[in-house]
């Protein structure tokens, strides 16, 4: 009988070693699996967090390069209106400006029309009537003694036919 209950000391006390073990090994390799999924869980929380945060960072960064793409769209469409305004300003100004030489243009035609009429009739005005008597006593002499001479000294109307 001792015999008998040295071997189920020895039986329990080896069951009793092995089951420690392995209980104690389990618990190891149950803390290491915990641990692994930890740290995987850490490690995938991490990534998740920096991702987000590259993804916050992009939108903001898209949303900054369309608030900027917007305003400088402003600023042209400013700029562009400011030229287009002053360019009308400008053809405005070339406009009244010819208008005003064209003005010009007319008055002084007018007033070298009004000067060259002045001018006629004061030639006109200055010009005075005088009759040169002897050139006209001298003129009817002629006209006479030409007309005396056909009638007296001149060849007969015959001869005129060659008769």
Not at 60 to 83: F, I
Not at 88 to 106: H, L, V
Not at 121 to 148: H, I, P
């Amino acid at each position: 009988m001792g015999d008998d209950e040295d071997d189920k000391d020895d039986a329990e006390s080896d069951h009793e070693g092995a089951t420690s073990w392995n209980i104690s090994k389990l618990e190891e390799e149950t803390e290491k699996k915990d641990g692994d999924v930890d740290d995987a869980w850490g490690a995938a929380r991490e990534k998740a967090v920096a991702a987000k945060a590259r993804e916050e960072d992009k939108k903001k960064r898209e949303e900054k390069l369309k608030a900027d793409a917007e305003q400088q769209k402003l600023q042209n469409l400013a700029e562009a209106v400011a030229h287009g305004e002053e360019i009308k300003a400008q053809r405005q100004a070339e406009e009244e400006e010819e208008a005003r030489q064209q003005e010009e243009n007319e008055r002084k035609a007018e007033e070298d029309r009004k000067k060259a009429i002045e001018d006629a009739k004061r030639q006109v005005q200055s010009v005075e009537q005088t009759v040169d008597f002897d050139a006209e006593r001298d003129l009817m002499k002629q006209l006479e003694q030409n007309y005396l001479e056909k009638d007296i000294g001149g060849a007969s109307p015959s001869s005129d036919f060659g008769f």
